[in-house]
T-cell receptor, first 117, second 110 residues
Framework: GAVVSQHPSRVICKSGTSVKIECRSL??????MFWYRQFPKQSLMLMATSNEGSKATYEQGVEKDKFLINHASLTLSTLTVTSAHPEDSSFYIC?????????????FGQGTRLTVV | SQQGEEDPQALSIQEGENATMNCSYKTSINNLQWYRQNSGRGLVHLIL?????REKHSGRLRVTLDTSKKSSSLLITASRAADTASYFCATDAGGQNFVFGPGTRLSVLP
C-alpha cells in the first residue's frame, strides 16, 4: 500500500516556541491531506483539510492562526503549531489522499507526539 | 458526524483465544481500513477492504465487510500478548476525510 511518512515522530519543545510537523506521501501524489489530533485514550479528531495549492479548511473550534497548514506540493504538507503551550501537547496524525488509477484512497502517517514543557 | 464506531469499546481475552471487533458506519464507502495503535504510539495500517470485497485475510487477521448492514468485523486469531493495543476502523467515502470511532481497546492476557 501507499506510504505516508510523518516527521518527526516525537518532539519536545518549550512553551512559546513553534513546532513544524511534516507529512509526505512517498509513492503517490496527494491531492488532499488531512490533519488529526488525538487526546489520550480518545479517538482521532479532524483538525483541518488541505488541498494542494489552496488554503486549508479548518474544523470548528480549531484556531487557524495557531495551527498553520501549508500544502505547497502534491507530496508535502506541513502543520506548524505556533506559540505552543502545554495544552497543545497531543498526538498529531496526518493522512494523505491520492488517486490510485481507479479511486482515491487515503493512508495515514505514523503520527507525531508533541510535548510542550 | 461519527462514521466509524467500534464495538466493543474494551475487550479482554486470554492468550490463544480469538478476538472479534466490529465496526459500524452510516454512509456509503469506497473502502474501510483497520488500524492498530499501541499505547502512546502511531497508527499501524492493518488491512484495507474495498466496498466490492466481502472478506480479506492477512496472516492472523480476517476482515469482513457487509455493505448492506454497513458493518465490518476484524478477527484476530490465536491472539498474543503483543496484540494488546487499540484498534480503529476508518471509513473512506472518497473525497471526504476519515471519521474515526473511539476504537476497541484489546487486552490479551498471558
Amino acid at each position: 500500500g501507499a506510504v505516508v511518512s510523518q516527521h518527526p515522530s516525537r518532539v519536545i519543545c518549550k512553551s512559546g516556541t513553534s513546532v513544524k510537523i511534516e507529512c509526505r506521501s512517498l509513492d503517490f501524489q496527494a491531492t488532499t491531506m488531512f490533519w488529526y489530533r488525538q487526546f489520550p485514550k480518545q479517538s482521532l479528531m479532524l483538525m483541518a483539510t488541505s488541498n494542494e495549492g489552496s488554503k486549508a479548511t479548518y474544523e470548528q473550534g480549531v484556531e487557524k492562526d495557531k495551527f498553520l497548514i501549508n500544502h505547497a506540493s502534491l507530496t508535502l504538507s506541513t502543520l506548524t503549531v505556533t506559540s505552543a503551550h502545554p495544552e497543545d501537547s497531543s498526538f498529531y496524525i496526518c493522512s494523505a489522499r491520492g488517486f490510485n488509477g481507479m479511486n482515491t484512497e487515503a493512508f495515514f502517517g505514523q503520527g507525531t507526539r508533541l510535548t510542550v514543557v | 458526524s461519527q462514521q466509524g464506531e467500534e464495538d466493543p469499546q474494551a475487550l479482554s481475552i486470554q492468550e490463544g483465544e480469538n478476538a472479534t471487533m466490529n465496526c459500524s458506519y452510516k454512509t456509503s464507502i469506497n473502502n474501510l481500513q483497520w488500524y492498530r495503535q499501541n499505547s502512546g504510539r502511531g497508527l499501524v495500517h492493518l488491512i484495507l477492504i474495498r466496498s466490492n470485497e466481502r472478506e480479506k485475510h492477512s496472516g492472523r487477521l480476517r476482515v469482513t465487510l457487509d455493505t448492506s448492514k454497513k458493518s465490518s468485523s476484524l478477527l484476530i486469531t490465536a491472539s498474543r500478548a503483543a496484540d494488546t493495543a487499540s484498534y480503529f476502523c476508518a471509513t473512506d467515502a472518497g473525497g471526504q476525510n476519515f471519521v474515526f470511532g473511539p476504537g476497541t481497546r484489546l487486552s490479551v492476557l498471558p
